[in-house]
Nanobody
Framework: QVQLVESGGGLVQAGGSLRLSCAAS????????MGWYRQAPGKQRELVAT???????NYADSVKGRFTISRDNAKNTEYLQMNSLKPEDTAVYYC??????????WGQGTQVTVSS
């Protein structure tokens, strides 16, 4: 089992920045990759970014150049640095981790609201 606890959401003006954190605990040694998804009202959950234990990163086209995903394996924590935020980035952001045996795990979600 894996537990994911997110923090760092909030309200920010367009053009501002936020950093999300996700701390993993439990059976963490077989987690790969980790990542972030988001879900806006009335829309499906979508990929934001993923990162492997080896540091390979993948981003949605809509956030490339603005968001940076990182991972501290020693702290079992991943981060999402979000810069140049836009109103269309408003969503609930979910931490994601895939366990090689047990499948996908999700955090509880953290709200990010970007005002225009």
């Amino acid at each position: 089992q894996v537990q994911l606890v997110e923090s760092g959401g909030g309200l920010v003006q367009a053009g501002g920045s936020l950093r999300l954190s996700c701390a993993a605990s439990g059976s963490i040694f077989s987690i790969d990759p980790m990542g972030w998804y988001r879900q806006a009202p009335g829309k499906q959950r979508e990929l934001v970014a993923t990162i492997t234990s080896g540091g390979y990163r993948n981003y949605a086209d809509s956030v490339k150049g603005r968001f940076t995903i990182s991972r501290d394996n020693a702290k079992n924590t991943e981060y999402l640095q979000m810069n140049s935020l836009k109103p269309e980035d408003t969503a609930v952001y979910y931490c994601y981790a895939r366990h090689t045996l047990y499948g996908a795990y999700w955090g509880q979600g953290t709200q990010v609201t970007v005002s225009s």
